[in-house]
Nanobody
Framework: QVQLVESGGGSVQPGDSLTLSCVASGRPQRKYAMGWFRQAPGKEREFVAQISWNGFSTHYADSMKGRFTVSKDNAKNTTYLQMNRLKPEDTAVYHC???????????????????WGQGTQVTVSS
């Protein structure tokens, strides 16, 4: 079992930056990759980024490349999503998730993730 708790969301203006955090707890017997997804009202959950257990391998949705950066600190059991030059269309609930399959493959579908956090709201508006 892995428990995930996100934080760091809030209301910002277009062009601002925001960093989300996801703290993991639990004692799974296998290493897992971490992912970030987002879901806007009325839309499907959208893949944002993935990072391997050791943090050396990352993968981003094309629309996020260059603005978003995923990283992790295993000493703190925390995964981060730094978001720069935010746009109104980035408004969504952001979720972190853990995937055992993701340690071997790029995983961009929600069903490929095994554990989820409750999400944190990000609102970008002027």
């Amino acid at each position: 079992q892995v428990q995930l708790v996100e934080s760091g969301g809030g209301s910002v203006q277009p062009g601002d930056s925001l960093t989300l955090s996801c703290v993991a707890s639990g004692r799974p017997q296998r290493k897992y990759a971490m992912g970030w997804f987002r879901q806007a009202p009325g839309k499907e959950r959208e893949f944002v980024a993935q990072i391997s257990w050791n943090g050396f391998s990352t993968h981003y949705a094309d629309s996020m490349k260059g603005r978003f950066t995923v990283s992790k600190d295993n000493a703190k059991n925390t995964t981060y999503l730094q978001m720069n030059r935010l746009k109104p269309e980035d408004t969504a609930v952001y979720h972190c998730a853990a995937s055992f399959r993701g340690e071997q493959y790029i995983v961009t579908l929600p069903e490929e993730y095994d554990y989820w956090g409750q999400g944190t709201q990000v609102t970008v508006s002027s």
